[in-house]
């Protein structure tokens, strides 16, 4: 299975925009990559996914590197509320189930 | 709200009680599955089912015992508990097994094992 390679934490200014890496070499042509965010106290909430192009939504972008070995999740303008752990995640393909298995994430600090 | 939701939100309990956790659903999602986040750690996956079925035992030990009666509904039953047990309880659920799909994931049981 492909692993991801994520910075342990990150920092960022309130309204500036914030890009968190994600390096993941081993990238098979089916798998998506998928992103979470675990705020404190809380369970982990979706926050996007992608296969080969870019994507948006209303919480964040993704993107996409050409080759797919690494992708950057963006947020356009960091509140306090983004303060979060972050995980970048490729699926886990293991006997009858397919599964998110989560590692440690970046942890993004959000300052005033 | 998530759309899953899980009780209770706090739990203590004695080595020697037996309790259930509890996790629903009403996205009309087809996959349930239970996961453990101890204090500094990442989340691990326990158990997973799809369709009312267990697919996945991630080795948990016995005295965790998963119930899955339909796809709306899963439990978690506790016995003989240790003080290493004591970690936040994750609840997810998704719409099928592929990965075009999302999880969505309850707030969570904070367990206390004393």
């Known amino acids: 299975d492909a692993k991801t390679t994520q910075p342990n934490s990150m920092e960022s200014n309130e309204e500036e925009p914030v890009h968190l890496p994600c390096n993941h070499s081993t990238i098979s042509g089916t798998d998506y990559i998928h992103w979470y965010r675990q705020l404190p106290s809380q369970g982990p909430e979706y926050v996007i996914h992608g296969l080969t192009s870019n994507v948006n939504n209303r919480m964040a972008s993704l993107a996409i590197a050409e080759d797919r070995k690494s992708s950057t999740l963006i947020l356009h303008r960091a509140t306090l509320r983004d303060a979060a752990v972050y995980y970048c995640?490729?699926?886990?393909?293991?006997?009858?189930?397919?599964?998110?298995?989560f590692g440690t994430g970046t942890l993004l600090a959000v300052q005033p | 709200e998530t759309g899953v939701t899980q009780t209770p939100r706090h739990l203590v309990m004695g080595m020697t009680n037996k309790k259930s956790l509890k996790c629903e659903q009403h996205l009309g999602h087809n996959a349930m599955y239970w996961y453990k986040q101890s204090a500094k750690k990442p989340l691990e996956l326990m158990f997973v089912?799809?369709?009312?079925?267990?697919?996945e035992n991630n080795s948990v030990p016995s005295r965790f015992s998963p119930e899955c009666p339909n796809s709306s509904h899963l439990f978690l039953h506790l016995h003989t508990l240790q003080p290493e047990d004591s970690a936040l309880y994750l609840c997810a659920s998704s719409q099928g097994q592929g990965w075009n799909y999302g999880y969505t994931f309850g707030s969570g049981t904070r367990l206390t094992v004393v």
């Open positions: 089912y799809n369709f009312k079925e267990q697919t």
């Open positions: 995640i490729l699926p886990h393909y293991g006997g009858a189930t397919n599964k998110l298995i």
